[in-house]
DNA sequence: GCCAACGTTGGC
DNA sequence: GCCAACGTTGGC
């Protein structure tokens, strides 16, 4: 559910840079309770620190994948669909991935460095899977969604001068060669639980609902390589 | 459309 | 701060 179809053109010249977005720091957190890490060294904003997800997995993650819908779906009386063939033809094939409305997930795209490649991967659909390769062109910004009532998106409990959402520009780089569907991932992921192999800790499957993740460069050029392969 | 998983909210 | 109720995600 991230993106509207949005243009990132806009984007691009928005008057919400950076600078603004900054982080809407103050709003730490509050998520992160619950996994009752609440490391985030108190106070510490920035967030150079890390190197370290908010669950500690790996260290600085940059591959990532990123979940939208690319079926129709109305939410809040708007079509929230959004898939790669959307981002494609967006100019510059660029475009915010506005919407994340999840603290872990808006963490991660805070965490995005321009440069770095995502997977677009399509959820809530037909057939949910892996449809493409995408890389970061901006870092996190405030996301204007928030306070757009029309929006699906909208979200009125954030404040103008201190926004809760942040969002990052993408940019289509190719297909895979195939489809790569959830199912075979699964049966991946099994496999490699049980008798080890680079997907078995993928957080697409241990961490259910997390619409934007990092993934380990074990776990990306493993999933790459399975463009090659016939679908087991 | 169903429903499991899990994040969020709010009463206490 | 706990936890039950509620809402959302997303596979099937």
């Known amino acids: ?19 603004d977005a900054q982080h809407g720091e103050g709003s730490d957190d509050v998520a992160q309770l619950k996994t009752g890490k609440r490391k985030r060294s108190a106070g510490v904003k920035s967030d150079v620190e890390k190197n370290k997800n908010d669950d500690g997995r790996k260290t600085s ?3 990532w994948l990123m979940k939208s819908e690319p079926e129709s779906r109305i ?8 898939g790669i063939e959307d981002l494609k033809v967006l100019p510059d094939q660029t475009g915010c991935w506005d ?5 872990q997930a808006r963490n991660f795209m805070r965490d995005m460095k321009v440069g770095q490649q995502a997977f677009f991967y399509h959820s809530n659909c037909k057939e949910p899977g892996i ?3 995408m890389k970061i062109v901006k870092e ?8 757009d009532k029309k929006d699906a998106h909208y979200d009125p409990s954030s404040k103008a001068d ?14 895979t060669k195939r489809f790569i569907p959830l199912t075979e991932l699964k049966k991946y992921h099994l496999q490699h639980k049980a008798k080890g192999g680079p997907l078995k800790d993928m957080a697409l499957f241990t ?22 392969e016939d679908p087991i």
């Open 207 to 228: 961490r259910a609902r997390l619409s934007v993740q990092p993934l380990t460069a074990e776990e990306y050029d493993f999933i790459l390589s399975l463009e090659n």
């Open 1 to 19: 559910m991230p993106p509207k179809k949005r243009t990132r053109s806009s984007a691009k010249s928005n008057k919400h840079t950076d600078a």
């Open 61 to 63: 993650c940059s591959h």
């Open 162 to 175: 201190n926004p809760k959402w942040s969002m990052v520009d993408v940019q289509f780089e190719r297909m």
């Open 131 to 133: 449809a493409g390769l």
């Open 140 to 147: 996190a910004y405030v996301d204007h969604t928030q306070f």
């Open 75 to 82: 939410e809040n009386g708007v079509d929230v669909k959004f």
């Open 99 to 103: 919407g994340v409305r999840n603290y």
